[in-house]
């Protein structure tokens, strides 16, 4: 049988073949390095090998006892840890103009939305206060809000549907600013804060950058092309070292509808003429892509804003691109330019970084207001040879022309899945959250699986994506040309392939070293170097037979000098684990639970609401909550040594 690899060329192998090989020759520590020495030979890059160990904030190693999976319908952590829930969806954000408690039973107005948590926890990060400061006792938590549950959302869910119930699932979308403190060990939300705020998919936020004002920008509403109402389905996120939130726009697509014809650039980012199932066009017309065709080209961008200001505007910095972001992580090149990764996760998308044009100002924060604006946007190609490169997708260059189709930076930019296409990309297994060493700038990113690989008419297998229909996912990392994030080279290899090691077919057993898990997809590293992976296997998914072994979705800590992994903690039923932080001392942990009792069918019965799951509120609450969760130490020690 004969695959393809991404670039056309062809594989004469079986997949299970290939695979078994992908384990036998998978590249150790010592065989990466050998990599990147082979590609400092081969392009004479000046590629340093020293070890990871140094530079770094604190010195750590996996000190915790690792615990079992679990199908309870609880949160559970190792011995001598304790985690207690502290923000779940409907809580009061604390904002001075009032703080509407949470109802059980779903009976919150769209005006008390605006006022309290949002659905869906993700991404989420903590901004010490005040700024500059190391205060693990006192700071802003951060967070994003994905998508709703309209069966969980409102009493009678989709029943006698309105522009109300619409505006209150626009409210429950966006981001959390919410002030916490600490006395004691134990945290709280700070409420009233004068910090506190939420920003929606109602918030009007500003358009900078290449494609602001651009003509694929403007609407009827916004003939400027420079002002756009919201940002929706921020999945992860990041953060600048200057102390600002970047939210990032993930599967906006599945908000439209269109009653027309849809546009090439709609069909490639996967609008759908009926739409997901918001139903927001119903009364807001402006998802109705057939008659608004430029409102989807605002969306699906990387949000900038400043927590620390509750009354800054936040701005989507077209510069990054347009596809289902994931987040942005960032580091800083050796000449001080801010580099940010970025992962497209779709089926066969691509993995990006974006470097900025200006070295970002240490001082004065507010010299980096607009540094996002001004740089260039780079797509990764894997190489099978263990070595990639990072493609140019600027307007002039190679086939980003108007020969091509191609009519200025702006387009480029906007249909950025479209330019990826046109360079040559490696269409990768869906790829999620991206993690920076902190001393080696090693970079890590989860691919968290693609049912779709290797089927008719789709990307065959190659070395980075190594697995036909790829249930379970892998995490890979690369290692840039003179240990420079802005480097144009690096060389990889794959860190661990998920999977269940008792799996009846071999190719889904993986490599795992230590605690299995499947479909990776949060992924953090602490001060320490510790690597922190979160899952997210689908609650379909596990319901099928020999996934159950693997439980409920969970979060572990991984040592990359061994490889070793342990399963730090286990989730409700039904919810995926997605976004951890710690506070600068590393005795606090904020962890997000998304979507406890999420159904296999896709949203809950509004009658049923605690079919699936009854986590946080247990049987005195009316449905299941995302919450933000705290995880301390018992003895108040260092988490996870
Ligand atoms: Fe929202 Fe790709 O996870
Ligand atoms: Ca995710
Ligand atoms: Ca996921
Ligand atoms: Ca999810």
């Not at 750590?60 to 985690?83: H, K, M, W």
């Not at 037979?545 to 989730?571: C, K, P, S, V, W």
């Amino acid at each position: 049988m004969s695959h393809s690899y991404s670039d056309g060329r062809t594989l004469n192998d079986s997949p299970n073949t290939t695979f078994e090989q992908i384990l036998e020759t998978r590249l150790s520590r010592r065989g990466l390095l050998k990599g990147a020495v082979a590609l400092a030979v081969a392009g004479s890059l000046p590629l340093s090998v020293a070890g990871c160990a140094t530079g770094l904030r604190r010195e750590g190693g996996l000190g915790f006892r690792g615990i079992a999976v679990s199908t309870a319908d609880a949160v559970r952590v190792p011995e001598g840890y304790a985690a207690n829930v502290l923000y779940a969806w409907g809580d009061p954000v604390g904002h001075p103009s009032g703080s509407p408690a949470f109802r059980p039973d779903a009976g919150n107005t769209a005006d008390d939305q605006a006022l309290q948590a949002g659905m869906h926890h993700d991404g989420i990060h903590y901004f010490p206060l005040p700024y500059g400061s190391d205060n693990s006792a006192n700071g802003l938590l951060v967070m994003n809000h994905e998508y709703t549950d309209d069966g969980l959302l409102h009493a009678d869910g989709f029943a006698n549907w309105s522009a109300d119930k619409v505006r209150k699932a626009q409210n429950a979308h966006g981001c959390s600013v919410i002030e916490v403190r600490a006395a004691g060990g134990k945290w709280e939300v700070v409420r009233p804060s004068r910090y506190a705020r939420r920003v929606t998919a109602r918030t009007p936020l500003r358009i900078s950058g290449p494609a602001a004002g651009s003509a694929g920008m403007k609407t009827a509403a916004d003939p400027a092309g420079t002002t756009v109402l919201g940002t929706f389905n921020n999945c992860a996120h990041g953060f600048t070292p200057w102390g600002t939130y970047l939210t990032c726009e993930e599967n906006w697509d599945t908000y439209f509808t269109s009653s027309g014809t849809l546009m090439p650039d709609q069909k490639r980012n996967g609008v759908s003429p009926k739409g997901r199932g918001y139903r927001w066009d119903e009364f807001d017309e402006r998802f109705d892509a057939g008659r608004h065709p430029h409102e989807p080209n605002r969306h699906g961008w990387v949000v900038e804003f400043d927590p620390y200001d509750p009354q800054s505007q936040p701005v989507k910095r077209t510069a990054l691109g347009r596809f289902s972001h994931e987040g942005a992580w960032s580091a800083t090149a050796r000449d001080g330019r801010l580099v940010v990764y970025l992962g497209d996760d779709r089926r066969f998308e691509y993995i990006y970084k974006f470097i900025s044009r200006d070295a970002w100002n240490r001082v004065d924060r507010n010299a980096n207001r607009n540094l996002l604006d001004h740089g260039t946007l780079y797509v990764a190609r894997f190489h099978d040879d263990g070595n990639g490169e990072w493609l140019p997708l600027v307007h002039g260059q190679g086939k980003l022309t108007r020969e091509y189709g191609f009519a200025d930076q702006a387009d480029v930019l906007i249909r950025t899945r479209a330019a990826a296409d046109a360079v040559g990309a490696t269409k990768m297994d869906r790829p999620e959250w991206i993690a920076v060493h902190p001393a080696s700038h090693e970079v890590y990113c989860t691919l968290t699986n693609n049912s779709q690989r290797g089927t008719k008419d789709k990307a065959g297998i190659d070395r980075a994506n190594p697995r036909a229909n790829n249930v379970f996912g892998q995490i890979i990392r690369w290692r840039e040309a003179g240990d420079d994030p802005a480097g144009m080279k690096f060389a990889w290899d794959l860190f661990a392939i998920a999977g269940d090691p008792q799996h009846p077919d071999t190719a889904r057993r993986g490599n795992i070293k230590g605690d299995a898990y499947g479909s990776p997809d949060g992924l953090w590293f602490d001060d320490s170097g510790l690597l922190w992976i979160q899952t997210d296997v689908s609650a379909s998914t596990l319901n099928k037979n020999h996934y159950e072994r693997l439980g409920n979705n969970q979060m572990l800590a991984a040592d990359i000098r061994t490889g070793e992994t342990r399963r730090f903690l286990t989730g409700p039923n039904g919810c995926e684990v997605t976004g951890v932080v710690m506070t600068p001392d590393a005795r606090t942990m904020f962890v997000n639970i998304q979507h406890p009792g999420e159904s296999p069918q896709g949203r809950n019965d509004p009658l049923q609401p605690k079919a699936h799951s009854a986590w946080p509120d247990g049987s005195s609450g009316g449905r299941p909550r995302s919450a933000t969760v705290v995880i301390r130490r018992n003895d108040g020690g260092i988490i996870g040594t």
